[in-house]
Structure formats: C-alpha cells, structure tokens
C-alpha cells in the first residue's frame, strides 16, 4: 500500500491523479475528475444524514426569523426600550460572533457530529431561557446562546454535507441544507404571528433536541477521520455512505493520499491560511460573507416588521407572506445550483437584491415627498417580497455552500473560522446599526444596500469560480495552486 501511494504522489507531492493541466478559472472550467467516472450513488443513509443535519439548520432559519415576530410581545411583557431591543436582536450576532472564533478548531478537534451535538445543545439551552425569562438580562442571554449554537451550525452543517456527498449532487444536498433554514425562518415569520413570543420560543428549540438524539445513527465525516488518523473508521464510514456492495477503493485512496499530502504542507498554525496560495480562496469565501451583510440580508431579516410599518403596511400580512414566498425560492435553489451552477445564481440573486433595494429606497423617497401615498406601501410590500425570493435564490445560502467547498482539508477549519467571524461580525454591525441608519434616512439605507448588491455582482463576475460537479480535492488543489501539468 505505501509503494502504490509513492507512485502516486508527483513532484510537487500530490497525488499524481491531482496533477492536471486546467485550472478552475473564475468562468468555471473544470479540469479532469480525479474520481471514477461513474458517481457514486445517493444511499438512503446519505440522504437519512443529511435530514438530521438539516434539523439544526431549522433551528438557526428559526432564531434568524424570532426577532421579527416576536417584537412587540417581548416589548410590552418586558418593557423594553427601542434601544433595549436592539442590543437583544443583535445579542444573536454577539454568540455567533464569539462561535466563530472556535467553530472551526472545535470542528476539527472533536469531529463534525460532536460539535453538531455540543451546538444543538446550548441553543436548546438558550431557548428555554427566552421561554422562561422574566427580565431582559435572561432574554438576551438566551438569544447569545442560541447566537453559539448557530453559528457552529452554520459553519459545520454544509461542512459535514459536502463532505459526504458524492459531486454531482453537493451543490442540491447543500442548498437543501439552506432550505431548511429557510423553513425555519418562515415558521418563525408565520407562527409567531399567530402565538406568543415564549410559545414561539418553545417551538423553535424542538428541531434542536430531535437533532441530539438523532445524530447518535449516523456515521462521521469521512474525510475528518482520515484528517485524524482514524483508517479502519473512515473506511468503514465511507463504506456505510456508498452502499455495502459499492467499490470505495478509488475514492478512499483518492481522499487518503489527498489529505495526507496536504496535512504534510502545513504545520498546524493558524498563519498558514494567510499563504499566499489561499488568497483566492480567503477573498473569494471573506467577500461574499462581507458583500452579503452590508448588502441587507440579517438587516432585513431581523426587521421586517418594523420596516413594513414605517411604510403603514401591515406587519402582520407582510411578514407572513415573506414566510410563504421564501420557500419556493429556495426550492429554486436546491434544483438548480447542480444544473445552472453557483455562479449565474449569484449574480441574478444580486441583480434582484440590488433591483428590490432601489425599488424600496425610491418608494420611500416618494413617502418623505408625500407623493402617491396610497401606493408606496405596496410598492414597499411589493420590494420587500422582492428582496427575500432573490436572496433566497443565491446570496443567503450559497456563500456558506462555496466556503466549504473551496478551503483544503488542511485549512478548512482555520479558513472557515474566519469567514464565519466576518460574517458575523458584519451581521452584527447590521442587526445593531440598521434601526438608526433607517431613522437616519430610509431611502439612504436602501441606496446603500443596492450599491453593495451592485458591487457583488461585479465581484461574483470576476472572482467567484464555478464549482459544480467537481470532486473537492480536484477542485481545492486546482483553485490553491497546488496543481502542475503533468
């Protein structure tokens, strides 16, 4: 076994299977596949993982969508101020933001389904909090614990799916993952609309606690367990994903001289990830997160609400028909990122952002100026349905499906703690900011945030490459320089 994976190895040290003459270019060519021309095929224990998965991403669509609904409730029950909430909404961002800093070594630490358990389990935590809270300081604990847990789930979630998927499917398995976040959210949006804010709450923990105990039936992430050493495992693994009557013997080799060549390029420190062979990916994974926020997106989703009533529309049908137009939106999504791809679902997703912000900030320009007062709130209703169905197609979901695709196993964690960090970070700037910037100016808000959905599409068009159908090691070793013509 060690003499045939010297033979494989190359000059550079990589699997000579690895070294291809194309490169994946910014317009999304593919190189040569380094697995067997056959793919291997959707098991039902693949598709049974991916559902428990999910299940936390439901939590998160939920924690994402709570602020919204349960708004007015908490203000009256609690007497919180304007500013009180706010420090509350952005308390999610706080605990993400404190998650990303440790997302990605506790990943790589104690496993993919350790930490899905471990996030699963503070923000069950923190759900119980807001349910049985009687003062603010208990609220906004609760919402910076779930912030933790969410933003664990955020990162190792479309880790875990990409890596034990086969290529041709990642992208729709991936996307489902965001849909789910998106049911999420809509089951916040809807029934927080119908009951109490703590009712809510309580709702919201439920996909939470059936993960914990569901994650106990399905298997590690292969490629971790390869990372750390574990063989006899990951074998095992990899076979129960493919079927016990597949051939795994390619793939298995494939991803064992993979990872071990590349564990051999780095030294395990943080520093590693600023080499200058990660600069593609590091801008391509930081800009998206970056391009995301300040475009709107945790703006918007926080404060729906609030944003339909200073356009005298009610809050109530507004935020109900977002939770009912989101979800075909990513339906949208999960069938076409393996067909159409990552890239053209990014731009016509930024296009249609930066479109719907310009429809909204003239709508209430045109409510400053007292013109067409019957007709701005639909315009504004109008705008914002807008906004959410083409975020929903690209932007919200599938810079999170890129940054696990595009870091090397060696990196992966340190890489994904960073985007994670910048999203967040932004996220949090957005949540808390975003109520003064619109006192300040409601059409200048909106402006803002179509220049920057502008600026993503420019962004997409140059940088971002096209990753469909690829296998990861082919692809990483292409987009980090690590390939050479053989």
């Given at each position: 076994m060690e003499g045939l994976e010297r033979e494989r190895l190359g000059e550079d040290g990589l699997p000579t299977s690895l070294l291809f003459p194309k490169e994946v270019s910014a317009h999304g060519s593919h190189g040569s596949s380094i697995m067997s021309s056959t793919d291997p095929a959707v098991t039902p224990l693949v598709v049974f993982s991916t559902l428990v998965v999910v299940s936390g991403s439901v939590v998160t669509g939920c924690a994402m969508g709570y602020?919204?609904?349960?708004?007015?409730?908490?203000?009256?029950?609690?007497?919180?101020?304007?500013?009180?909430y706010s420090l509350f909404g952005s308390m999610l961002t706080i605990g993400g933001l404190v998650a990303a800093l440790l997302n990605g070594t506790i990943t790589d630490v104690i496993g993919r389904k350790r930490t899905m358990w471990l996030s699963q389990i503070l923000s069950t935590a923190g759900w119980l909090?807001?349910?049985f809270t009687k003062n603010a300081w208990w609220l906004d604990a609760g919402r910076a614990l779930i912030g933790f847990g969410v933003g664990v789930t955020v990162y190792v979630a479309p880790v875990y799916i990409a890596e034990i998927t086969p290529k041709n499917v990642r992208g729709a398995f991936a996307s489902f993952n965001q849909s789910m976040q998106a049911c999420g959210f809509s089951l916040a949006y809807f029934v927080g609309t119908i009951v109490s804010w703590r009712t809510l709450a309580l709702i919201g923990g439920i996909p939470g606690v059936i993960q914990i105990f569901s994650l106990y039936f399905i298997p590690e992430s292969p490629r971790w367990l390869v990372?750390?050493?574990?063989?006899?495992?990951?074998?095992?693994?990899?076979?129960?994903?493919?079927?016990?009557?597949?051939?795994?013997?390619?793939?298995?080799?494939?991803i064992t001289v993979y990872t071990e060549t590349f564990e051999r390029q780095?030294?395990?420190?943080?520093?590693?990830?600023?080499?200058?062979?990660?600069?593609?990916?590091?801008?391509?994974?930081?800009?998206?997160?970056?391009?995301?926020?300040?475009?709107?997106?945790?703006?918007?989703?926080?404060?729906?609400?609030?944003?339909?009533?200073?356009?005298?529309?009610?809050?109530?049908?507004?935020?109900?028909s977002v939770a009912i137009v989101v979800m075909p939106a990513f339906a949208v999504t999960v069938i076409f990122t393996d067909k159409a791809g990552r890239r053209p679902l990014l731009m016509v997703s930024s296009a249609g952002m930066c479109l719907s912000c310009l429809i909204l900030g003239l709508s209430f320009y045109m409510q400053d100026l007292h013109i067409c007062k019957d007709v701005t709130p639909i315009l504004v209703f109008l705008a914002i349905l807008a906004y959410?169905?083409?975020?929903?197609v690209g932007m919200a979901g599938l810079p999170w499906i890129l940054m696990s695709e595009i870091f090397p196993v060696n990196v992966?964690?340190?890489?994904?703690?960073?985007?994670?960090?910048?999203?967040?970070?932004?996220s949090w700037i957005m949540?808390?900011?975003?109520?003064?910037?619109?006192?300040?100016?409601?059409?200048?808000?909106?402006?803002?945030?179509?220049?920057?959905?502008?600026?993503?599409?420019?962004?997409?068009a140059k940088?971002?490459?096209?990753?469909?159908?690829q296998a990861l090691e082919e692809m990483q070793a292409s987009l980090n320089h690590f390939s050479a013509v053989s």
């Open positions: 602020s919204s609904p349960a708004m007015s409730g908490i203000k009256e029950d609690l007497g919180l101020s304007a500013a009180a909090s807001i349910v990372k750390v050493g574990r063989k006899r495992e990951f074998e095992a693994a990899l076979q129960r994903l493919r079927g016990k009557s597949a051939d795994i013997s390619q793939e298995a080799a494939d780095s030294h395990s420190r943080f520093l590693d990830v600023f080499q200058k062979r990660y600069a593609h990916s590091l801008t391509i994974g930081l800009g998206l997160m970056l391009l995301q926020q300040f475009g709107g997106a945790s703006a918007f989703s926080y404060y729906a609400s609030s944003i339909f009533e200073s356009a005298d529309f009610s809050s109530s049908i507004g935020t109900r959410f169905v083409t975020l929903s992966r964690g340190r890489a994904g703690s960073m985007v994670s960090f910048a999203h967040w970070s932004c949540s808390y900011t975003f109520n003064f910037m619109f006192e300040w100016s409601a059409p200048g808000t909106c402006f803002i945030f179509a220049g920057v959905c502008g600026l993503a599409i420019l962004f997409t940088l971002v490459p096209e990753t469909k159908e």
